[in-house]
């Protein structure tokens, strides 16, 4: 999967933009259904304006985790009135989530530490 990220200011390395963007896109869609450009939009809110994905990132992770099972689609109709495909997340999708966020906090907290006990040390 190729993963183009417009560098708003930091320059955050591909393999770090991957390894986030599952349970980054999970994490959104636990707030609501949405949609392709609204999820864009709030990963740049989130980001500070330092992280704003592609529709070229976006749109097949939103399929390979369709196909997954950890979201779900449907069209409906935007308030134009022009056809629109929201996004949703599944149970599974939950557990996924659910999963990550450990993940994710064990390495946090991992390299907090050393950054904290690095940063005394400088």
């Known amino acids: 999967m190729q993963f ?3 560098d ?3 320059n955050i390395d591909k393999d770090l933009v991957a390894a986030m963007a599952t349970p980054l896109v999970l994490a959104i869609l636990v707030e609501g ?3 392709g450009y609204a999820i864009l939009k709030r990963v740049r809110e989130l980001s500070g304006g330092e992280l704003a994905w592609t529709d070229g990132m976006l749109y097949p992770l939103l ?4 196909r997954l099972g950890s979201i779900r689609s449907q069209w409906g109709t935007s308030d134009s009135g022009r056809p629109r495909r929201y996004y949703e997340i599944t149970p599974a ?3 996924q989530l659910a999963e990550q ?3 994710w906090a064990t390495a946090n907290r991992t390299l907090g530490g050393l950054w904290n006990l690095a940063g005394a040390e400088a």
Do not use: I, K
């Not at 399929?63 to 369709?66: A, D, S, V």
């Open 8 to 10: 708003a200011g930091v």
């Open 33 to 35: 259904s949405s949609y």
């Open 63 to 66: 399929h390979r985790l369709e």
């Open 93 to 95: 999708g939950r557990e």
């Open 4 to 6: 183009e990220v417009y």
């Open 101 to 103: 966020r450990r993940q």
